[in-house]
């Protein structure tokens, strides 16, 4: 989640720049505002370069979104234009609100549940399904490389007598696997330590600050985005060194011969290039490989590659379960690890779904019940019966209904910026919203002919959560503000930017020729 991301929002920024220079775009949407929320009036207020440095403080702190960062700090000619439902917004800020408060007491009642899972587990499982579901928990804990996991797969397919051709994205992790293997990871943890000696103060602390102890990793269950990041700007930082070195070393050589003309350019460039990538080989050898495994893993279509994974699990494990018992206990184990989910708000909008359509499968005293029969059964393990958790039933109300009311959001967002597009006779436009909005507004786009592309940010570092939860919650009600025509605003006439902030007006200001950030 890249709200309140500094590395996120302000490549955002960059993104959002480049395409309304390419695109000649004007209006911006966003979400979390109403009608125009533009910055630009303060550019007039100050240097750029002052704008520049309020701007970013305010975007570490996580009080600046990349659109609003960019609109402050540019000259382009764009407008911020905020396309929320005011109030819809501020009933899902308040389900929001109850889910975050209630979080810590329910997911502790969820882990009590899964603790009685895993204690049934070897009672009820047949050994090689026990087996399987271990090392099946190991690679989702991270505990074994995707990889690892992927041999795993192969072999228990091979052994089922399951088709691995009907899996081409599974299959395509064999280059990945050949590649990891050829990677000497002590020997290339040494050579980014010897790399990394390269930087001066500043570039170590503007760039690798957020990952002072990043290492080589294997691929794994997890997406590792910061990580990978962390190892492209590696890579593209020590090709520019070895290019310079390359270049200096190549002006030199014609320089002291005069017998050979000097080459254009580009000729020169190019050389440089390749020198450059054999100095990084012969100098970093395991870490050229490295950069090169995170390319090749890369390449791989991830949201069609987990769902091959989950149709290749869900077949192994039919062929292993034989008891009705079996199946029972792996559904519970699958749908708690879908509960907490849930009650994190880190559901993808598929997951939601299939929680929508089985409420049975998913309904705690269901689950609950059935383990407690077991447990009777097997009269053993008394100490792990569970039991229903008062205000639980409300508590997940309020879970779905922000999900739900994420999907009639994302309807007003559409229909918000269709109407100022044809007010203003508009045929490109740009909107910027969270990543969960994104599969059903695509939906809604094509319902409404629209052609779109979209366009993900990099991140550099873990979004912190505790903050943007902070944050988003210290918000006021909704009774507090106003619809005065230029956003949501209260008395103070104060507006609200973001999704996670509330902006003043008086953002900056000038004070003895000081130009400052007012914290809200």
């Known amino acids: 989640d890249a709200h309140t991301n500094e590395s996120g929002q302000f490549n955002s920024s960059k993104a959002l720049e480049k395409l309304i220079k390419e695109e000649k775009l004007k209006y911006v949407f966003l979400e979390a505002g109403t009608g125009d929320d533009s910055l630009s009036y303060f550019r007039n207020k100050a240097a750029v370069a002052k704008r520049i440095q309020v701007g970013k403080s305010y975007l570490k702190k996580g009080l600046l979104s990349g659109p609003e960062y960019l609109d402050l700090v540019s000259d382009l000619q764009m407008v911020l234009w905020g396309v929320e439902n005011k109030d819809l917004y501020w009933k899902a800020l308040e389900a929001y609100r109850a889910v975050a408060e209630g979080r810590e007491k329910f997911e502790d009642y969820l882990n009590k549940i899964e603790t009685t899972v895993r204690a049934l587990k070897p009672r009820l499982f047949n050994a090689t399904l026990a087996s399987f579901d271990e090392k099946r928990e190991a690679y989702l804990k991270e505990r074994s490389s995707l990889t690892d996991y992927f041999d795993l797969l192969t072999k228990e397919a091979e052994k089922r007598g399951i088709a691995l051709q009907y899996f081409p994205h599974f299959a395509s992790l064999k280059s990945v696997r050949e590649k990891e293997k050829a990677i000497d990871f002590t020997k290339a943890n040494e050579e980014q330590a010897k790399a990394m000696a390269l930087f001066s103060k500043e570039e170590l602390a503007d760039l690798f600050s957020s990952q002072p102890n990043q290492s080589p990793f294997k691929v794994s269950s997890q997406d590792h985005r910061v990580q990978k990041a962390f190892y492209a700007v590696l890579e593209e930082k020590l090709n520019v060194i070895a290019n310079v070195g390359a270049q200096r070393r190549g002006e030199a050589i014609f320089a002291n011969n005069a017998e050979i003309a000097t080459p254009p350019l580009s000729v020169t460039k190019n050389l440089a290039d390749a020198a450059a990538r054999n100095d990084n080989r012969s100098q970093y050898p395991n870490l050229t490989k490295y950069f090169a495994y995170l390319k090749e893993a890369q390449k791989i279509d991830p949201k069609a590659l987990l769902e091959e994974q989950r149709l290749l699990e869900n077949q192994i494990y039919a062929t292993l379960m034989k008891t009705d018992d079996e199946r029972s206990l792996h559904k519970a184990s699958e749908n708690l690890r879908a509960l907490k989910n849930l009650i994190r708000l880190t559901l993808t909008p598929e997951e939601f779904r299939a929680y929508k359509d089985d409420p049975k499968g998913y309904d705690t005293a269901f689950i609950t019940g059935f383990l407690n029969q077991k447990i009777a059964e097997l009269k053993n393990l008394y100490e792990r019966a569970v039991f229903l958790e008062n205000g639980y039933e409300e508590y997940i109300q309020q879970a779905e209904k922000f999900y739900e009311l994420t999907y009639e959001r994302d ?73 005065d025509g230029r956003g949501m605003r209260d008395e103070a006439g104060k507006g609200r930017h973001s999704e996670a902030t509330q902006l003043p007006k008086n953002l900056i200001k000038e004070n003895d020729g000081i130009l400052r950030g007012v914290y809200p």
Do not use: C, W
């Open 411 to 483: 309807q007003a967002f559409v229909e918000n910026l269709l109407k100022k597009m044809n007010d203003e006779r508009a045929d490109k436009a740009a909107l910027v919203a969270g990543g969960y909005h994104t599969p059903n507004l695509k939906a809604l786009f094509k319902a409404n002919n629209l052609s779109y592309i979209v366009v993900t940010p990099q991140v550099y570092q873990e979004t912190n959560h505790k903050r943007y939860e902070k944050l988003l919650l210290n918000q006021k009600s909704n009774s507090s503000l106003k619809d």
